[in-house]
C-alpha cells in the first residue's frame, strides 16, 4: 500500500470514529413527543375499585396516563392492548412503568367497573373514574380533550376523547406524549430510552 | 462451471425472496352470493352491571375483512348477534389526538374489490353484552347486505 491510501485510510476511520462519538452522546430520539423539560401537571386522586388512588403515590416510577371509556371498542382496547404489549417485552423492569386508565364516562364507568376494565389487560393495570366534576378537574390539568355526544334512541352515547397516551417521569412531570396508533415496539424502544435516564 | 455456481445462488435467492411474500389471506370463514367474510373477530370483554342504566351495559367491537367477487357494488346496512341488546355499525376517526366515534348506517363493499373492518376504522359495535366473552369462543353474528342478504358468520373472541 502506498502512503497516499493509508493516509486516506486513516481519515475515513477517523471520520466513522467521530461519527460513532457524536452518535453516543446524542440524547436517545423518541417516537413519541419529548416535553423537555418536562412539565409539572400536579397532583390528583380518583377513586378505583379499591379506594382513592392519588397520582403522588407512584413517584420514583414512570406512570402511563390514557383516557378514555369503556364504552369504546376500539381505540382504547387497542391502546391498553398495545401498551401491555409493549410492557411485556421489558421483562421485570416493566415494573417500573405505572399504567393508569382514566374514565371520562363516569356515568357509565364506576370506579370498580374501571380497575375491572383495566385489569383486564393486565392485573396491574390500574383504572379510576369519580364524579364528573372530578374526572373533568383531571382531564384539564393534563390537557386532555373530552366530549359526551348525544344520545341515539336506545340512550347509548359515544366521547369523543384525545386518544393520546401521557407519561409522567419518575418526578411526576410530564416528559413525554404517545400518538395513538405507535406501535408496541415503538413504545418499547422509548420505554427502554426512559429507563435509561 | 461458473454459470453453474451462479445459477445455484439464484436458485438459492429465488427460494429466500419468495419467503418475503405476505401470507395469503386463507379461506374465507364465509362464501355466500358472492361475498366473502375473512377472519371475523370480536374482542373479548366482561359484563358491565352498572353500565346498562343509559344505554350502555359492556360494548365490545367485532372486525372482519368483506371482499365482494360480484361486479355490482354491495353495502353492509346492519347486524344483529344475540348476545347484545343492540348492534350498530360505527366508524371511528382521528382529528388532532381526538378520537371519536359515529354510527354509519352503511359500508361500501366496492363491485370486485373489498372492505375491511378493523380497529381505528370501521367496527360493527355490540353494545349491552348480556354475557361475557372469552378468548377462544365463538359468537354468532348476522350481518345484513342490501344485495347479498342475511349473511352469518360465526366471529372468534380474541383478548383484546
Not at chain 1, 48 to 74: E, I, M, N, Q
Not at chain 1, 106 to 131: M, T
Not at chain 2, 24 to 29: E, H, K, N, R, V
Request: glycine share 10%; proline share 6%.
Amino acid at each position: 500500500m502506498n502512503r497516499q491510501t493509508v493516509i486516506f485510510a486513516a481519515l475515513v476511520l477517523l471520520f466513522l470514529a467521530a461519527l460513532f462519538v457524536y452518535q453516543t452522546l446524542l440524547p436517545p430520539t423518541m417516537n413519541g413527543s419529548a416535553i423537555d423539560p418536562p412539565a409539572a401537571v400536579g397532583d390528583f386522586t380518583l377513586q378505583s375499585g379499591g379506594g382513592p388512588v392519588s397520582l403522588g403515590s407512584f413517584a420514583g416510577k414512570y406512570v402511563v396516563l390514557y383516557f378514555g371509556y369503556t364504552s369504546c371498542p376500539d381505540v382504547c382496547p387497542t391502546t391498553l392492548a398495545a401498551l401491555r404489549e409493549s410492557l411485556s417485552r421489558l421483562g421485570d423492569r416493566a415494573a417500573e412503568f405505572q399504567v393508569i386508565f382514566i374514565s371520562v364516562d363516569p356515568q357509565r364507568d364506576s370506579p370498580e367497573y374501571a380497575s375491572v376494565y383495566a385489569s383486564r389487560f393486565d392485573p396491574a393495570f390500574i383504572g379510576l373514574s369519580g364524579s364528573q366534576p372530578e374526572v373533568d378537574a383531571v382531564t384539564r390539568q393534563f390537557g386532555i380533550f373530552y366530549q359526551l355526544n348525544p344520545p341515539d334512541d336506545s340512550g347509548f352515547y359515544t366521547v369523543d376523547h384525545t386518544a393520546t397516551t401521557l407519561v409522567l417521569d419518575r418526578q411526576g412531570n410530564l416528559a413525554l406524549t404517545w400518538p395513538y396508533g405507535l406501535q408496541p415496539d415503538q413504545i418499547t424502544e422509548d420505554m427502554r430510552n426512559l429507563l435509561k435516564k | 462451471m461458473k454459470l453453474q455456481k451462479y445459477f445455484f445462488l439464484f436458485t438459492i435467492l429465488i427460494f429466500a425472496l419468495s419467503a418475503c411474500v405476505p401470507a395469503g389471506l386463507g379461506d374465507p370463514a364465509v362464501s355466500q352470493n358472492g361475498l366473502e367474510i375473512y377472519a371475523p373477530w370480536v374482542r373479548a370483554a366482561g359484563l358491565n352491571p352498572g353500565g346498562g342504566m343509559h344505554g350502555g351495559g359492556a360494548v365490545t367491537g367485532a372486525f372482519m375483512l368483506v371482499k365482494n367477487t360480484n361486479d355490482q357494488a354491495d353495502m353492509l346496512l346492519s347486524a344483529s348477534a344475540e348476545v347484545a341488546e343492540d348492534v350498530q355499525i360505527h366508524q371511528t376517526s382521528m382529528s388532532n389526538g381526538v378520537m371519536s366515534m359515529a354510527e354509519v348506517y352503511g359500508v361500501e363493499i366496492p363491485a370486485n374489490g373489498q372492505a375491511e373492518l378493523k380497529p381505528g376504522g370501521y367496527h360493527v359495535m355490540l353494545i349491552g353484552l348480556k354475557q361475557e366473552l372469552k378468548d377462544g369462543e365463538t359468537i354468532t353474528l348476522r350481518l345484513n347486505f342490501q344485495n347479498a342478504g342475511e349473511v352469518v358468520v360465526q366471529a372468534a373472541v380474541r383478548n383484546p
